[in-house]
Nanobody, 124 residues
C-alpha cells in the first residue's frame, strides 16, 4: 500500500511558476512509476506527466511539453512537478499517482494509488 500526499498548489499569475510535490509513504517508492494528472472544473481527468522508477525516462502530454518538468527524489520518497509559463487553462486539481504498469496504461490513468489532489489556480 502506498499513500500519496500532494502539496504546493496555490494561486499564481499567468506566466508564473509553481512546483507541486507528492510525498509517498512506505519503503517501496522505487517500485513505482509516478505520474501527475489534472482535472479542471467540468472536465475529465487528464494525463500530464510520467516518470519511471529511476527517473531516466519521462513522458509528457503535448500541452505541457517545454513548460512542465516531472522529477523524483527516491531518497526522499517524493515526486515533483515543476510548472513554468503557466496559463489560465492550466487551472485544475493536480493529482499524483503511483503505479506498476505500462506507460500506455499509466497515461490512460491505470495507476494503482492516487493522492487527494492539490488545487492550482492560474489567474489571467
Amino acid at each position: 500500500q502506498v499513500q500519496l500526499v500532494e502539496s504546493g498548489g496555490g494561486l499564481v499569475q499567468a506566466g508564473g511558476s509553481l512546483r507541486v510535490s507528492c510525498a509517498a509513504s512506505g519503503r517501496t517508492f522505487t517500485m513505482y512509476t509516478m505520474g501527475w494528472f489534472r482535472q479542471a472544473p467540468g472536465k475529465e481527468r487528464e494525463f500530464v506527466a510520467l516518470i519511471n522508477w529511476s527517473g531516466s525516462s519521462t513522458y509528457y502530454a503535448d500541452f505541457v511539453k517545454g513548460r512542465f518538468t516531472i522529477s523524483r527524489d527516491n531518497a526522499k520518497n517524493t515526486a515533483y512537478l515543476e510548472m513554468n509559463s503557466l496559463k489560465p487553462e492550466d487551472t485544475a486539481v493536480y493529482y499524483c499517482a503511483a503505479g506498476r504498469t505500462t506507460v500506455s496504461r499509466a497515461q490512460g490513468g491505470g495507476m494503482d494509488f492516487w493522492g487527494k489532489g492539490t488545487l492550482v489556480t492560474v489567474s489571467s
